[in-house]
């Protein structure tokens, strides 16, 4: 009797130590053009923290969002690249605040053995994307908001060099190669399945793709355009099944927040400081996005008291 008591003991300290030993997690959402930072960010966070693992579950953002709004799944931060994802579709209900961090700009990504490589410029882009012997992909606007963007990007194009039906030429175009998030469209390149694809700036620079940067009157990246960004807009898949919501050009800024009912919240804030702060702001600076500094919210009261030195 006495050895089987040992035996118990022996086993519940055992599953006692095992329960004490896994490591505590931050479930993060995010966009697919921030898997390369936020895989840094999570490295060395974990170094940092010891104990603590960080599990990442990239997709658009649009696709972040109905995780939690539709499936209910548990989520700590949402990570976007459009703070209006956020704004539009998480708040009020599922966090009251949002902070955005970076920017971006949408270029054209392509490879040496892309046809037209060494003759395409930001002047002549138009006139190789269209031509038919060319292909090019981007992401689906109801999921990624690279994909939407791509679509302002044409509406601006049109207006920019004045060529009318552009946007509609260039939407109707290698329709085929329409993907979920811009990180898929990489792989259509480096296989040479398609010559270009529209992209963000960061994710050619992380995949050490060239590129050609396109007139700061359409590439969204440039804030003081702002008035010019704003006069087109696209519709997209709304928040519930069926609906739709217009989204309004503006410049690219990426947001994040941490839900109400984030089941790790304390250590959530915690990543979420650590990514705001100088060391995570150089990651994203190496890896192509430029921060912004300050940070801004549109709800600074709301913002976590530990978060607020952040902002401007």
Not at 142 to 147: A, E, K, R, Y
Not at 196 to 219: G, R
Request: a neutral charge; one cysteine or more.
């Amino acid at each position: 009797m006495r050895k089987i008591l040992l035996i118990l003991v022996a086993v519940t300290v055992l599953a006692t130590g095992c329960r004490n030993t896994r490591p505590r997690e931050i479930i993060i959402f995010h966009a697919g053009s921030l898997s390369v930072p936020f895989k840094e960010l999570a490295t060395e966070y974990e170094k940092l923290n010891p104990g603590t693992k960080v599990l990442l579950e990239p997709a658009g953002s649009l696709v972040c969002a109905r995780k939690i709004t539709e499936l209910k799944k548990p989520c700590d931060i949402i990570a976007s690249s459009d703070y209006f994802v956020i704004n539009d579709l998480l708040i009020p209900d599922y966090t009251k605040w949002s902070i955005r961090f970076a920017t971006n700009e949408i270029v054209i990504a392509f490879q040496e053995k892309s046809k037209y490589a060494s003759g395409i410029s930001s002047s002549n882009w138009v006139d190789i994307i269209m031509k038919d012997d060319v292909t090019f992909s981007r992401s689906d606007p109801n999921s990624d908001p690279c994909g939407y963007r791509t679509l302002l990007t044409f509406k601006l194009a049109e207006k920019f060099y004045n060529r009318s039906g552009l946007a509609e030429k260039l939407a109707s175009k290698n329709m085929d190669f329409i993907r979920p998030k811009e990180v898929d469209l990489v792989a259509l390149v480096e296989a040479n399945a398609v010559d270009y694809m529209f992209q963000y700036k960061s994710v050619a620079i992380q995949h050490n793709l060239k590129y050609i940067e396109l007139p700061s009157e359409i590439n969204l990246g440039d804030s003081a355009m702002n008035d010019i960004y704003k006069t087109v807009s696209q519709d997209v898949t709304g928040s519930t099944p069926g609906s739709k919501m217009t989204v309004t050009g503006e410049y690219i800024n990426y947001s994040l927040t941490v839900l109400d009912n984030a089941p790790h919240r304390n250590d959530a804030v915690n990543f979420v400081s650590f990514l705001l702060s100088d060391k995570g702001m150089d990651i994203f600076r190496k890896n192509g996005q430029q921060p912004i500094r300050p940070c801004t919210s549109g709800q600074p009261g709301m913002v976590p008291i530990s978060l607020k030195k952040y902002l401007n």
